[in-house]
């Protein structure tokens, strides 16, 4: 497994945890490293990753509302919207490093692993939109 794919399921197992507990996210933070040792470098990217997805939270959550056809985020399951959540940070804030499409098929890589049945399909067509949604804003400002 590639350190990319590795770190992300890091992020996603992170995320995971601090959906299912309560308290400060970094002490829950810390208490993950101990578990999960690593090397400095993936360490350092799964950190700007979950630094970007909490920064931009509220941005990436009413996005993936917007895109979600008759389903809340509450609703979904744990892995699947912290997936979403993952992939649409990478869509939308780290394009320059993550190709978009890379990103997609990543978070249905690992849906496929951590998922549900129907987890890689769901995920792809929300996916997509947010991409669609990333190419629209950046052909208006283009534009301007």
Known sequence: MGKRRYSRELVIKFLYLVDMNEGSVSEQLDQFWERNDCQPDIKV?????LNTIFKNKEAIDTLLEKYSD???LSRMAVIDRNLLRLA?????YAAATVPPKVAIDEAVEIAKKYGSEDSPNFINGILDRVLKERKAV???TSES
């Not at 990217?45 to 990753?49: F, K, P, R, S, W």
């Not at 649409?88 to 939308?92: D, L, N, S, V």
Request: aromatic content about 12%; hydrophobic content about 40%.
């Open 45 to 49: 990217y799964v950190e700007d990753l």
């Open 70 to 72: 008759n389903w809340t």
């Open 88 to 92: 649409t940070c990478e869509i939308m």
């Open 138 to 140: 950046a052909e208006s």
